[in-house]
Structures are given as C-alpha cells and as structure tokens.
Nanobody, 124 residues
Framework: QVQLVESGGGLVQAGDSLRLSCQAS????????MGWIRQAPGKGRDFVAA????????YYADSVKGRFTISRDNAKNTVYLQMNSLTPEDTAVYHC?????????????????WGQGTQVTVSS
C-alpha cells in the first residue's frame, strides 16, 4: 500500500503558474504508475495527467496539453504537476493517485490509491 499527500495548491489569477507536489510513502514508489486527477465543484473526477513508473511515458488530457507538465523523482518519492497559463476552468481539487501498470493509466477508475487532494482556485 502507498500513502499520498499533495501540496502546492492555492489561489492564483488567470495566467499564473503553480506547481503541485505529491509525496508518497509506504511501498516502493517506483513500482507505481502515477497520475493527477481533478474534481471541480459539482462535477465528477476528470483525468489530468499520467506518468509511467520510470517517468519515460506521459499522457495528458486535451484540456491541459501544452500547459501542464507531469514529472516524477523516484529518489524523492515525489510526483509533480507544473501548471502554467492557468484559467478559471482549472479550478478544482487536484488529487494525486497511484496504480499498477507498466505504462500510463488514463482514467480515474484505473487508480488504486488516492491522496486527499489540494485545492487550486484560479480567479479571472
């Protein structure tokens, strides 16, 4: 089992940047494919970005492609989400998630472990 704790959220203005971090503990971090999933108020969970166990493969939702970058540091047991050119539509709780795959996991239901989330609010 792995425990996940997100940080780095906050209130920013449209056009600003934020970097989210997710610290993992427990079983070997490098054994998990990782991802970021967000949930806006009154909506379901939406996939944002995914990264493979080694970090060699990444995948993004169309809505964030070119603006967001997912990365990981297996030595630090941490996965990151760099978010640039933020818009009010990016406002949501952002969850870090872990799952078992040799590639990337591109839907929320494929993930086995979830963090509590960090709030990102983008004002216009």
């Amino acid at each position: 089992q792995v425990q996940l704790v997100e940080s780095g959220g906050g209130l920013v203005q449209a056009g600003d940047s934020l970097r989210l971090s997710c610290q993992a503990s427990g079983r070997t971090f490098s054994g998990y494919a990782m991802g970021w999933i967000r949930q806006a108020p009154g909506k379901g969970r939406d996939f944002v970005a995914a990264i493979s166990r080694s970090g060699g493969s990444t995948y993004y939702a169309d809505s964030v492609k070119g603006r967001f970058t997912i990365s990981r540091d297996n030595a630090k047991n941490t996965v990151y989400l760099q978010m640039n050119s933020l818009t009010p539509e990016d406002t949501a709780v952002y969850h870090c998630a872990a799952g078992f795959s040799t590639g990337v996991l591109t839907t929320p239901r494929e993930y086995d472990y979830w963090g509590q989330g960090t709030q990102v609010t983008v004002s216009s």
